[in-house]
């Protein structure tokens, strides 16, 4: 093989993307979100790594990171020794990709690059946690890999700085983040509604909804009343709960004559702000109080001035009854040198902390000389650009800085009082802040008090906080939406092959129709909904992949039925991701995938299996047994197996029911149902006529009819369908349906 030379003419040596697209669900892949890009490297097959000169020591030195990719060596640095004895463009660009997402926070290692029949095609597969961030990751990914043979210079910094205000825009934020992860541990579905923050969890009429750390559930009047601080203060106190007394005020004289009503020191802010700006702690004077009125009237629309409680900011998390997080407050200060300003000591001292940043992932922001900073160090006699003299403590910030994880410290007395005042405002999550010099001991002893219960609370504190060891906060929300182990799930059948899908369909979701549940369909005719057709046809694999999103959407669906073509599965992915019965009734032959390079039974029985892949441990998938390729496939589910077949006296079902398993057939003209070898007659199959089913398998379609009768027979018995159910279903299936 030939050495390319570092003044090779390189015209026609590239890497080129002649399709990219995103599979939103379970794939051929894995169950994950991937995009799968087509890509030429053209000349560049005859050129592996080893052949390029100073490649490898160009690439590992722009991603020394990528040392931690084992590859199939299966061990520390085996991806770059790969690259060292000579791997291909295709397969280092997966790799790339992979970790400039990691490099902007982005987890995942899943890729796969794999060559497809045209000679210098692969197909390169990376995990998608987003399409746009990966999609720019793919790019930059093929940019550094040309710079890398062409040794042309590329800024790696620049490009993870890039990716990292794609994720910002466009992933979700961490409190709303945390709660996915949460319910993803345990097995409970996500839909990103929004662009935004608003996620379903779950499916159908088992689902919940949150907007970061809100749900379905969190009261609007509640909501309403918390951002109205002295209204909220007014309930917790009717209730005997410690709050500073207060007033609100609506000019700085009037903010001082309050003052003087509620005795010195005071403590001012916006009566409807958040994030604690515009607070103003201890307050002594009237130039003092009237400064920081005129600051807390910039925040919110009506300032209140309330009693100082001494002691420390609090945020208490309550999630339902329970109080399962806090954070303590720190002062933000500086210490002088006697050489830097303190504008200049803030950058040094402060806003160098790795903790404080712009985006949701830091825990602190970053301080700016803003209207408050300055009243604060006008309060002790500097200016910004002042320098303090060495040693000389200088407070820059009272509130605004909770970061100190307290949880295991909270006296039960206090958690009591708080929960209480979250279950006062009407709040199913609330943060509520409390001031109180010793958190370990109760509340009203110390003299401390509640002063905000909010709504949505920022989870990030809990989550990544200064100090401590952070918190299961997403756990305990999504135990509080979904207790004692509910999954969310409805029961979903999934059905896919090459032939009479939406025959298995439309029978299935008539016998389940007479169970009196709201059943919904996407198949090719269409969405369905409690027996109503709401929109016809489903031809294209991007309509076909919505329409079953819309079905799982629908807060009415109890159980839900949804055909997938090979194609569709191949361009979108799942639109679920898993369920309860997954049907595959026949391979080959079908439609033509050659555009997609699948070309041999194998594989198409490759892109068929994704329906069992994704089973459920306490489902069934339903396989025809007289195709001995889908036969196979019984291996490859986590839940039972139930076969079907027009032959009962196959050899493959034999040997399943002496193994105790289902099955489903045609003997003598009746419809069986089998169960560890043991065959029930279910039903004659002239009893049917003069209806469709039967007609059709009197006909040049008898196979196809037959084998869809069986499937979906099969499948309601998977759900526990009564036979009395089944047969009506059977018998009233509607000959013009």
């Known amino acids: 093989m030939a050495l390319l030379k570092p003044h090779d003419d390189m015209t026609h040596k590239s890497i080129e993307f002649r399709r990219i697209q995103y599979l939103r669900g379970p794939n051929v892949w894995t169950?994950?979100?991937?995009?799968?890009?087509?890509?030429?490297?053209?000349?560049?097959?005859?050129?592996?790594?080893?052949?390029i000169p100073g490649f490898y020591e160009r690439l590992s030195a722009w991603l020394p990171s990528l040392i931690e990719h084992r590859c199939s060596y299966e061990e520390r640095g085996g991806f770059l020794r790969r690259v060292q004895e000579g791997t291909w463009p295709g397969h280092i660009l997966e790799h790339v990709t992979l970790e400039l997402q990691n490099l902007a926070g982005m987890p995942g290692g899943f890729g796969k690059a794999r060559e497809v029949s045209e000679r210098g095609v692969y197909k390169v597969v990376v995990r998608a946690w987003n399409e746009h961030v990966t999609r720019a990751a793919l790019q930059y990914g093929r940019d550094l890999v040309m710079a890398a043979i062409e040794d042309k210079p590329f800024d790696v910094a620049a490009c993870v700085d890039h990716l990292k205000d794609l994720v910002d825009a466009h992933c979700l934020g961490p409190s709303t983040g945390c709660i996915v992860d949460a319910a993803d541990d345990r097995g409970i579905p996500a839909i990103r509604i929004?662009?935004?923050?608003?996620?379903?969890?779950?499916?159908?009429?088992?689902?919940?909804?949150?907007?970061?750390?809100?749900?379905?559930?969190?009261?609007?009047?509640?909501e309403s009343i918390s951002r109205d601080k002295d209204l909220t203060k007014t309930l917790l106190q009717s209730c005997g709960l410690p709050v500073p007394g207060g007033q609100l005020v609506s000019t700085p004289e009037a903010a001082w004559e309050a003052a003087e009503d509620i005795g010195l020191p005071v403590v001012v802010k916006p009566d409807d702000g958040n994030h604690g700006r515009g607070v103003f702690l201890d307050l002594n004077s009237r130039e003092e109080i009237e400064a920081a009125y005129r600051v807390a009237s910039e925040e919110g629309s009506h300032v209140i001035v309330e009693r100082y409680i001494p002691g420390s900011e609090?945020?208490?998390?309550?999630?339902?009854?329970?109080?399962?997080?806090?954070?303590?407050?720190?002062?933000?200060?500086?210490?002088?040198?006697?050489?830097?300003?303190?504008?200049?000591?803030?950058?040094?001292?402060?806003?160098?902390?790795?903790?404080?940043?712009?985006?949701?992932?830091?825990?602190?922001?970053?301080?700016?000389?803003?209207?408050?900073?300055?009243?604060e160090l006008q309060r002790q006699g500097f200016t910004p650009d002042d320098v303090p003299a060495a040693g000389r403590k200088v407070v820059v910030q009272r509130i605004g800085n909770l970061a100190i994880d307290c949880t295991d410290a909270v006296h039960p007395d206090t958690a009591r009082t708080v929960a209480l005042a979250a279950r006062i405002v009407g709040l199913d999550i609330a943060g509520v802040d409390l001031v109180a010099q010793d958190i370990s001991q109760p509340l009203e002893?110390?003299?401390?008090?509640?002063?905000?219960?909010?709504?949505?609370?920022?989870?990030?504190?809990?989550?990544?906080?200064?100090?401590g060891k952070p918190r299961p906060v997403g756990q305990a929300i999504v135990e509080l939406l979904f207790?004692?182990?509910?999954?969310?799930?409805?029961?979903?059948?999934?059905?896919?092959?090459?032939?009479?899908?939406?025959?298995?369909?439309?029978?299935?979701?008539?016998?389940?129709?007479?169970?009196?549940?709201?059943?919904?369909m996407a198949c090719s005719d269409g969405i369905f909904l409690n027996r109503r057709q709401v929109e016809t046809g489903a031809r294209t694999a991007k309509v076909q992949w919505e329409a079953a999103r819309r079905v799982l959407m629908n807060r009415q669906v109890q159980a839900a039925v949804i055909e997938n073509g090979a194609d569709?599965?191949?361009?979108?992915?799942?639109?679920?991701?898993?369920?309860?019965?997954?049907?595959?009734?026949?391979?080959a032959p079908m439609a033509d995938l050659s555009h997609h390079y699948v070309e041999t039974p194998e594989q198409i029985c490759n892109v068929l299996r994704t329906q069992v892949d994704v089973v459920l441990e306490g489902g069934a998938a339903v396989l025809n047994a007289a195709n001995a390729q889908v036969a196979d496939m019984a291996r490859l589910s986590d839940g039972e197996v139930i076969f079907f077949a027009r032959d009962g006296e196959l050899p493959v079902l034999r040997e399943h029911g002496v193994q105790?398993?289902?099955?489903?057939?045609?003997?003598?003209?009746?419809?069986?149902?089998?169960?560890?070898?043991?065959?029930?007659?279910?039903?004659?199959?002239?009893?049917?006529?003069?209806?469709r089913l039967a007609g059709g398998m009197a006909s040049g379609m008898a196979s196809d009819m037959a084998d869809s009768?069986?499937?979906?027979?099969?499948?309601?018995?998977?759900?526990?369908?009564?036979?009395?159910?089944?047969?009506?279903?059977?018998?009233t299936f509607p000959a013009a349906a």
């Open 314 to 375: 609090h945020r208490l998390l309550v999630v339902g009854s329970q109080v399962v997080a806090a954070t303590r407050g720190e002062i933000a200060e500086v210490v002088g040198d006697g050489r830097h300003s303190i504008r200049a000591l803030i950058d040094l001292q402060i806003n160098a902390d790795p903790r404080r940043g712009r985006s949701e992932e830091h825990p602190l922001n970053f301080i700016g000389l803003d209207s408050a900073v300055r009243l």
């Open 445 to 467: 002893a110390q003299g401390g008090a509640i002063v905000e219960v909010n709504a949505g609370p920022g989870l990030l504190m809990h989550l990544k906080p200064a100090e």
């Open 660 to 691: 105790g398993g289902r099955a489903v057939f045609i003997r003598a003209g009746q419809l069986v149902l089998s169960e560890a070898g043991h065959a029930t007659p279910f039903l004659e199959m002239a009893s049917l006529q003069p209806h």
């Open 194 to 222: 929004t662009d935004g923050n608003l996620v379903q969890l779950g499916y159908g009429c088992r689902q919940r909804r949150i907007w970061t750390a809100e749900t379905d559930r969190t009261s609007a009047i509640a």
């Open 483 to 520: 207790p004692n182990g509910d999954s969310g799930r409805v029961p979903v059948v999934g059905i896919t092959g090459a032939r009479g899908k939406t025959a298995t369909a439309r029978l299935l979701t008539h016998i389940l129709d007479l169970t009196g549940q709201y059943i919904g």
């Open 31 to 51: 169950y994950r979100p991937v995009l799968e890009a087509l890509v030429d490297i053209g000349e560049l097959e005859d050129f592996p790594s080893s052949k």
């Open 709 to 731: 009768l069986l499937a979906a027979v099969a499948a309601a018995w998977a759900l526990g369908l009564g036979t009395d159910v089944i047969r009506a279903g059977l018998e």
């Open 568 to 587: 569709a599965i191949l361009q979108e992915g799942l639109a679920y991701d898993r369920c309860q019965v997954g049907i595959v009734l026949n391979s």
